[in-house]
């Protein structure tokens, strides 16, 4: 489902048979009610075929997967044999967090402050003009917060930008009306940068 190597998420595609997206590609995600380990999350992405379509990813292939943590092998031309390099990619995610650094972020409005957090946590995500208008849901308060970030701050773990949109408003718990005046907000000039000291 995802390669480690090439920051992809593979689903099914009616046109091309198969697709391998980013995860900037991401337009919704919703957890499915039912299994808890691992829970699976329902996702509508952008296809290269020009469609959106739906797909199913499971909890550890969003979160933990693009820390290299679920394996994986590749070609190694030196010693022309497949070598694995989870252990590498976990140790190296494990000091980075261990250093205070964390693979996601997003400011929480109603918060006033820069979290941690997890692609498990985002719910909408809206491409602009060169950058994602990205919803979250803060795992601390519950609330949700919309930021403006760019591509690479949710498709690389470990990459922050220095200044991100935020949408100045709490938004209700209503997630269809919610969705609307995330919308109606993302195409309003009312985004404003902050500078994340992370």
Do not use: K
């Not at 995802?2 to 997206?21: H, K, M």
């Not at 992405?45 to 020009?50: L, P």
């Not at 919610?178 to 109606?184: I, K, L, P, Q």
Request: charged share 20%; aromatic share 12%; net charge negative.
């Amino acid at each position: 489902m995802y390669d480690a190597l090439t920051g992809r998420f593979t689903f099914p595609c009616p046109a091309r048979g198969e697709a391998r997206v980013t995860l900037s590609a991401f337009r919704q995600l919703e957890r499915l009610p039912g299994a808890e380990h691992p829970a699976v999350f329902q996702v509508l992405f952008a296809c290269g075929c020009g469609e959106e379509h739906e797909g199913l990813v499971t909890h550890d292939d969003l979160d933990w997967a693009p820390l290299g943590l679920q394996g994986g092998v590749f070609y190694n031309v030196m010693t022309a044999q497949l070598d694995r390099f989870e252990a590498e990619l976990s140790e190296l995610a494990a000091r980075r967090i261990q250093s205070g650094e964390w693979p996601w972020s997003f400011f929480c409005y109603p918060e006033e402050r820069p979290r941690p957090v997890f692609p498990s946590s985002f719910f909408l995500l809206a491409p602009g003009d060169g950058s994602l208008g990205l919803a979250v849901r803060c795992p601390t308060c519950q609330r949700t917060s919309v930021n403006l970030v760019s591509n690479e701050h949710v498709d690389l773990p470990f990459h922050n930008d220095a200044q991100v949109g935020v949408v100045e408003h709490v938004f209700s718990d209503d997630v269809a009306r919610t969705v609307e005046e995330f919308r109606a907000e993302l195409y309003s000039a009312s985004f404003d940068s902050r500078r994340l000291a992370l």
